[in-house]
């Protein structure tokens, strides 16, 4: 076979294996939560908005600029941030999904390991729930998130 059919074969196979991965649907959003745990570890406040659909600022209290604010204050006050995830329940049925997720976040205030989110010996227990938006899961609401 000549070089010119198995680069064209090549070239094939990939655009196969990228339709079928959007057409079969990608990511989860189970996928979703943990990029979105390790962007809010490595403190990437923009990434960590992407996960968030413009519906989710609908009925929040806080435009993504106020809530961007408040995100960015926390970041400068600490360090370290490490994310736990406890427990972790995903439905997802066609265009939605729904997620109930325990867990605990720490970090360094100063030189003191903290809990930001749960308590010692208890989890955090919150809600998220997800639409897809141009093949992507995004974050349209949550529940008992203190954001």
Not at 87 to 105: F, N, Q, R, V
Not at 116 to 129: M, N, S
Request: with cysteine.
């Amino acid at each position: 076979m000549s070089k010119e059919k198995i680069a064209g074969l090549l070239v094939l196979a990939i655009v196969i294996a990228v339709l079928c991965y959007y057409l079969i649907g990608g990511e989860s959003t189970k996928d979703v939560i943990y990029q979105a745990k390790e962007d809010f570890e490595n403190e990437n406040l923009d990434r960590c908005f992407d996960y968030l659909s413009p519906k989710y600022f609908k009925d929040h209290k806080y435009t993504p600029d106020q809530l961007k604010a408040r995100a960015k204050e926390l970041f400068d006050l600490v360090d370290n941030i490490e994310v736990q995830i406890i427990s972790l329940d995903i439905k997802e049925e066609g265009t939605t999904g729904w997620a109930k997720i325990g867990m605990k976040i720490f970090a360094n205030y100063g030189n003191q390991k903290v809990i930001i989110l749960g308590q010692p010996l208890k989890a955090f227990q919150g809600e998220l729930f997800f639409e897809k938006e141009k093949n992507k899961w995004k974050i349209v609401r949550s529940e008992a998130f203190p954001i």
